[in-house]
């Protein structure tokens, strides 16, 4: 008989508390309209399948499946589909994370793992299903494969974590203003009431939002409404009136005609195609580990 006791020594390598905001799961379609946009904390995405082009603030470069990215906070990024390959990816909101960036003139992390990506897959796949399916515990359950997830990450990228978690600044002004049309986007929002809630020349205000964003403020403001609707008409049992009243459209007529414009459908025809069951089973697709 033989006996080999490894003592287990708390390291304290990983002692600070990132804590999982949320975990989405998105798919190309005719409802895609990405917004350039930026988070205060950290984002996490790893590509599913497809083809497309990922922006981080002037920057743009292709992805594919089995891409992982990761984007610090405040710094501006949009995800686009090849229309050929439709994108799908799985992204994680995190507070109170950052990975060191050698290179200065570089503000996100990219990686792709076509090998070796059985355990990166493993934990994307239980974070989705824990927080699809809800059941007791599920929270813990999720943090805790969070943390699994970024050692995994530290260990096959060779990185580290910032010891001290210093958020990049940008534009002063633009941040303001996304903030401001974030958090008050269903009031009676005008170029004017912008201009006056910033103190600028309403004018110069737009000039430089879209010069920065690459579209108006307006605009900004119409498709933010526009996603937290999708948001709607998926989780809620609201009618399209009370919907349309609570993200703040002027009327239900002009509601519909906007969304339609946007996603390319009614809202009704876009609540019909988006059932929960239907996301979980594509979501299930996607994680087919292969036996060996």
């Not at 895609?32 to 946009?37: I, M, T, Y």
């Not at 974070?127 to 530290?154: A, F, H, R």
């Not at 519909?256 to 609540?271: A, D, N, V």
């Amino acid at each position: 008989m033989s006996n080999n006791r490894i003592n287990i020594i708390d390291d304290n390598f990983f002692d600070h508390k990132s804590q999982l905001m949320y975990v989405s799961y998105s798919k190309f379609g005719q409802d895609w309209k990405s917004l350039k946009h930026f988070h205060p904390f950290t984002e996490i995405f790893l590509v599913l399948d497809g083809e497309g082009i990922f922006t981080v603030e002037n920057k743009s470069f292709d992805i594919k499946t089995n891409d992982l990215i990761i984007v610090p906070p405040n710094v501006y990024h949009q995800e686009l589909s090849h229309d050929s390959k439709p994108l799908e990816y799985t992204v994680l909101g995190v507070e109170d994370l950052l990975f060191q960036i050698e290179d200065p003139n570089q503000n996100f992390i990219y990686q792709n793992f076509d090998r070796d990506n059985e355990d990166i897959l493993y934990y994307f796949h239980h974070l989705l299903m824990e927080s699809e399916n809800k059941e007791l515990g599920y929270d813990t359950v999720c943090q805790k494969l969070l943390e699994l997830l970024i050692l995994k990450i530290i260990r096959k990228m060779n990185i580290n974590l910032e010891a001290h978690q210093v958020i990049l600044p940008i534009k002063r002004e633009i941040r303001m203003i996304c903030h401001y049309i974030d958090q008050n986007y269903s009031e009676n929002l005008s170029l004017e009431s912008l201009a006056q809630y910033m103190k600028m020349n309403k004018y110069y205000m737009a000039h430089e939002f879209k010069k920065y964003m690459h579209i108006s403020p307006i605009q900004y403001l119409i498709k933010r409404r526009i996603k937290e609707c999708q948001s709607l008409l998926k989780t809620s049992s609201l009618s399209v009136s009370e919907i349309s009243e609570a993200v703040g459209f002027s009327s239900q007529s002009y509601f519909s005609q906007i969304f339609k414009k946007e996603i390319g459908m009614t809202p009704l025809e876009y609540r019909q195609s988006n059932t929960q069951d239907h996301n979980t089973q594509d979501i299930q697709k996607k994680f087919v580990i292969k036996q060996s």
